[in-house]
């Protein structure tokens, strides 16, 4: 298999020896027959995902990560969850095998693999029983560096990229505002040139691991709306550090429904100073650098949702196997076992479309043909599919359950509470479909 990699971050290079990748599979082989007699209570690495078709590549990624996600289970995610607990753990155990660096540059300590060998990751995450709290306490490393490795200054990258990879720096993304949604053109936090410094002002919102974060990629309007020669033009894109001894900087903390692992915030800013050099790219531009990163994120978020939806799947079909009623297992009786069957082949179709998207994306590096236009249609379409596949998956997961399926000791009811995200962000299924129906059907715009 043809994978350069960077020996000081990137193990698989043990991975890939042959014996070395036997003996694994075959413990996870052995692995798999002991999960029907494991407690409910731990995490489960019975699979029901087909892996046909996939790359070495990305089955050896897949079984890597699997072997640090194993150190973790459902106990450990079931906790922090409730206690709203920071994952630092996982994300270290993460950052020491380099799997931050997973479509990162090798020169910068990265593995330079692509997007489609990190949405296996994202995904293995996911379904390992770490949900989405597993994913977003690494997500941003992923996406949000994308843009940042591509139009950074060398002095950027030197100083930034390694830091990310090795765990010593957290990231977050500073773009969402209160008062813009999804009218990213409207953002009104500003930062004004003084010298050799920017001022920032305004206030962002749901920006995960803030807390927690050290570095932030900011979207920023250096020019007013009504300045601008176009409506994509007069945002700029930084790569800043969180001071949070600095009274300018302020966050707090937003209560919400599922992921309370990985904390989500407003952050205000009041004329909180940053270096000029923390600009990434060239001053307007920001709009444009940063959609870089954004259909990359629909495949990284397309491979949470079915590791999401897998995890659950796998859960219910366990119970329905081993709960008996009226003498005889519950799966088999047609009413729990088609809506499940029905779940998996959703979870199937929308991971061929998530795969599809995230080689689209790497292949639009060396082959020309393939249009921006074309990526964003799959990814769009592929973030959609898969975050309505997960929402079926885990809704009728919790169901088959029955009354336990609201016992938190069972975890489907925190994976259904976490399968929401991936339906609402980073864009809404409205706008997706908005988004297809224009670029793929022609239709009028509407927003």
């Known amino acids: 298999m043809a994978c350069s990699v960077n020996a000081r971050y990137w193990p698989l290079r043990r991975w890939l020896t042959s014996s070395y990748k036997a003996t694994t599979c075959?413990?996870?082989?052995?692995?798999?027959?002991?999960?029907?007699?494991?407690?409910?209570?731990?995490?489960?690495?019975?699979?029901?995902?087909?892996?046909?078709?996939?790359?070495?590549?990305?089955?050896?990624?897949?079984?890597?990560?699997?072997?640090?996600?194993?150190?973790?289970?459902?106990?450990?995610?079931?906790?922090?969850?409730?206690?709203?607990?920071?994952?630092?753990?996982?994300?270290?155990?993460?950052?020491?095998?380099?799997?931050?660096?997973?479509a990162l540059p090798e020169n910068l300590g990265g593995s330079g693999l692509g997007i489609s060998e990190a949405t296996m990751m994202m995904q293995t995450v996911a379904e390992s029983g770490a949900g989405m709290a597993g994913a977003q306490a690494v997500h941003a490393n992923v996406y949000a560096t994308q843009p940042l490795a591509k139009f950074g200054t060398d002095e950027q990258l030197r100083e930034t990229i390694p830091g990310i990879i090795s765990g010593k720096w957290r990231t977050c993304f500073g773009v969402t505002e209160p008062n813009a949604g999804l009218d990213t053109l409207r953002l009104s936090t500003t930062a004004k040139r003084e010298g050799d410094e920017y001022v920032v002002s305004g206030q962002k919102i749901w920006t995960t691991c803030g807390q927690v974060a050290s570095k932030m990629i900011l979207l920023a309007r250096t020019t007013p709306y009504e300045e601008a020669q176009k409506p994509s033009e007069g945002l700029s894109l930084f790569c800043i550090d969180l001071d949070r001894t600095q009274p300018s900087l302020s966050m707090r903390k937003i209560k919400k429904m599922g992921g309370r692992a990985v904390d989500a915030n407003e952050v205000f800013f009041d004329s909180y100073r940053i270096p000029a050099n923390t600009l990434i790219g060239k001053e307007g531009h920001g709009f444009k650098i940063v959609l870089h990163g954004m259909n990359a994120e629909r495949c990284l978020l397309a491979g949470e949702a079915l590791g999401l939806g897998y995890a659950a799947l796998t859960r219910a079909a366990s119970y329905a196997r081993e709960r008996i009623v009226f003498q005889r297992p519950i799966g088999m009786n047609q009413g729990v076992a088609h809506p499940l069957a029905d779940a998996y082949m959703h979870l199937e179709a929308a991971k061929l479309a998530t795969y599809h998207a995230a080689r689209l994306y790497d292949a639009s590096k060396t082959d020309l043909s393939i249009t921006q236009k074309a990526i964003g249609v799959a990814a769009n379409s592929a973030k959609y599919l898969a975050a309505e596949a997960a929402f079926l998956a885990c809704e009728r997961a919790v169901l088959a359950h029955g009354g336990m399926g609201y016992a938190a000791e069972y975890d489907v009811e925190r994976w259904f509470r976490e399968c929401l995200v991936p339906r609402l962000a980073p864009v809404s299924r409205e706008m997706i479909l908005n988004y297809v129906g224009e670029k793929a059907l022609g239709l009028p715009k509407s927003y």
Request: aromatic letters at 10%; proline letters at 3%; hydrophobic letters at 30%.
């Open 26 to 102: 075959r413990a996870i082989a052995a692995d798999n027959t002991r999960a029907s007699h494991r407690s409910f209570s731990s995490t489960c690495h019975y699979r029901l995902m087909e892996t046909a078709g996939f790359t070495e590549t990305q089955l050896t990624v897949r079984h890597a990560v699997s072997e640090v996600c194993s150190n973790f289970p459902n106990t450990y995610w079931r906790e922090h969850d409730q206690n709203e607990q920071d994952p630092k753990e996982f994300h270290a155990a993460l950052a020491r095998g380099g799997w931050l660096g997973i």
